[in-house]
C-alpha cells in the first residue's frame, strides 16, 4: 500500500526565501503525486502534479517539484516566498493502475514572516 | 473549468438530528466523486468513493449506516449524517475527478459541521 510523509509539519521562512517542502512516498508501482495547498477553511487546490515525462514539473504560483524516483521523494520548491504563500500544503499519491484512491501526507504549514 | 461546488459551508445542528451536504460539480459530469473528512490540524481521511448510479465504496472503518451516499446524477452527490453526535463534528470536503486515473481530483470548500 502506498504511503506519504511529509517532513516536518511545520515550516517558517522569510519573505523572499526559498521554500522547501518535503515530501517522500512510498509505492510498489510507479506513482502519480500530487501537490495540494489549502486555505483556512477551504478546500484543496492542485499546486501541480507529476504523471509521467519530464520529472521537473512547473505548477501555479511559481511552485515547482521535482520527482527522483531513488530517493522516492517529490519535494515542493518556491525560489522566493511571498506572504500569500502561507497556508497548508499537501503531498498526495495515486498508485498507477491501483483503485484511484488518493493518499494523503499529513501536511506542512507553511509560514511567511515579513 | 472544473468547478466543485459544495454545500453548505457551514452547519450546526443539534444531537441526534441528521445532516445533508451536497457535493455538485458545476461544468462537467463526474462519474466518481470522493468524500474526505478532516480533522483540525491533520490530513484528509478518505471516508468513500461515490459511483454515479451505484452504491459508494467506504473505506474500512467508516460506518455505512451513519454517512449515508448517494450519487444520483452525474453533477450530484450527498453525504448525510444521520443521527449525529459532538464526535461526528468535523470538515467535511468532497472532491471529483475529471478523466482517468492520474487526473488530478478537484474539491469543494468543504463544509464544517458542528454537532451541539
Known amino acids: 500500500a502506498q504511503s506519504v510523509t511529509q517532513l516536518g509539519s511545520h515550516v517558517s521562512v522569510s519573505e523572499g526565501a526559498l521554500v522547501l517542502l518535503r515530501c517522500n512516498y512510498s509505492s510498489s508501482v510507479p506513482p502519480y503525486l500530487f501537490w495540494y495547498v489549502q486555505y483556512p477553511n477551504q478546500g484543496l487546490q492542485l499546486l501541480l502534479k507529476?504523471?509521467?515525462?519530464?520529472?521537473l514539473v512547473k505548477g501555479i504560483n511559481g511552485f515547482e517539484a521535482e520527482f527522483k524516483k531513488s530517493e522516492t521523494s517529490f519535494h515542493l520548491t518556491k525560489p522566493s516566498a511571498h506572504m500569500s504563500d502561507a497556508a497548508e500544503y499537501f503531498c498526495a499519491v495515486e498508485t498507477q493502475g491501483g483503485s484511484e484512491k488518493l493518499v494523503f501526507g499529513k501536511g506542512t504549514k507553511l509560514t511567511v514572516n515579513p | 473549468g472544473a468547478v466543485v461546488s459544495q454545500h453548505p459551508s457551514r452547519v450546526i445542528c443539534k444531537s441526534g438530528t441528521s445532516v445533508k451536504i451536497e457535493c455538485r460539480s458545476l461544468d462537467f459530469q463526474a462519474t466518481t466523486m470522493f468524500w474526505y473528512r478532516q480533522f483540525p490540524k491533520q490530513s484528509l481521511m478518505l471516508m468513500a468513493t461515490?459511483?454515479?448510479?451505484?452504491?459508494?465504496?467506504?473505506e474500512q472503518g467508516v460506518e455505512k449506516d451513519k454517512f449515508l451516499i448517494n450519487h444520483a446524477s452525474l453533477t450530484l452527490s450527498t453525504l448525510t449524517v444521520t443521527s449525529a453526535h459532538p464526535e461526528d463534528s468535523s470538515f467535511y470536503i468532497c472532491?471529483?475527478?475529471?478523466?482517468?486515473?492520474?487526473?488530478?481530483?478537484?474539491f469543494g470548500n468543504g463544509t464544517r459541521l458542528t454537532v451541539t
Open positions: 507529476y504523471t509521467t515525462g519530464a520529472t
Open positions: 461515490s459511483n454515479e448510479g451505484s452504491k459508494a465504496t467506504y
Open positions: 472532491s471529483a475527478r475529471v478523466g482517468l486515473s492520474g487526473s488530478p481530483l478537484h
